[in-house]
């Protein structure tokens, strides 16, 4: 099996149809949309730190219950049997 190259394409390609990416987008957009709601006043920096990457761990986990089966069905319109 030949080698695909890696143009910007291909990873374009490829991060659109990775549930991976998706799920750290998610995580990302939680962490950055819920932190300054919920930390609380006089919170030093090391606790926001903390707070973000939190709620981007919880946002990634949470996301994949529900894009990993919807990418998954994707795949398997596109590809068909096709698929290794």
Do not use: E, N
Request: glycine letters at 10%.
């Amino acid at each position: 099996m030949s080698k695909r190259p890696l143009t910007f394409t291909y990873i374009l390609f490829y991060g659109l149809l990775s549930p991976d990416a998706w799920q750290m987008l998610l995580g990302l957009l939680l962490a950055w949309g819920m932190t300054p709601r919920l930390a609380p006043a006089g919170a030093g920096p090391f606790a926001l730190i903390l707070l973000y990457v939190m709620l981007a761990v919880i946002g990634y986990a949470a996301s994949g219950i529900v894009l990993r089966p919807l990418f998954r069905r994707l795949h398997a319109r596109m590809l068909g049997r096709k698929r290794p």
